[in-house]
């Protein structure tokens, strides 16, 4: 029972992902998006949905709402460092990897942790090792890995475990 609510979950949010991006109410290309989201919520459902935990698709919605506006603050000011060091080449840099733990569970969650790193100019994912992101930072501004993660991910990750 459980997995079929799950797949009609999957479904509706697919069929309203449909509607949106088509913008049409003509009953043949309902059909079709009804039909598409079908056969595409069979193969991901167990993914695209959680089996325990918050379901709620308006919080989770909500959530990821929230954590725009923050990622886009935080890419913004990223953007401006660089641009600084790029066109004043005295600024001084230092590069190195670093590894952030993060208490997020699922592989999509830490994906879209390390994606949203990489999208932040100055950082660059490199790996994901079990709950370990290896960051590459262009300048390291600390060795303490609480204050690493506090300054590169811990904005993201409170965020995103409402999201995930």
């Given at each position: 029972m459980q997995k079929l609510k799950r797949y009609f979950f999957t479904t509706a949010v697919y069929f309203l992902f449909w509607l949106a991006y088509?913008?049409?109410?003509?009953?043949?290309?309902?059909?079709?998006?009804?039909?598409?989201?079908?056969?595409?919520?069979?193969?991901?459902?167990q993914s695209f949905s959680r089996e325990k935990g918050n379901n709620n698709i308006l919080s989770r919605f909500l959530a990821f709402f929230k954590y725009l506006p923050v990622f886009l603050w935080e890419m913004i000011k990223a953007n401006f460092d660089v641009a600084r060091r790029v066109i004043d080449p005295s600024l001084p840099i230092n590069p190195g990897i670093i590894e952030i733990k993060t208490k997020l569970k699922s592989d999509q969650a830490k994906l879209f942790l390390a994606n949203s790193i990489t999208l932040t100019p100055?950082?660059?994912?490199?790996?994901?090792?079990?709950d370990s992101l290896y960051i590459?930072?262009?300048?390291?501004?600390t060795e303490d890995p609480g204050e690493?993660?506090?300054?590169?991910?811990?904005?993201f990750e409170r965020l995103l475990e409402g999201v995930f």
């Open positions: 088509t913008s049409s109410l003509v009953r043949s290309e309902m059909m079709a998006g009804l039909i598409i989201s079908l056969i595409l919520s069979y193969f991901t459902y100055g950082t660059l994912t490199v790996d994901i090792i079990d590459h930072w262009i300048d390291v501004k690493q993660k506090k300054i590169i991910s811990e904005k």
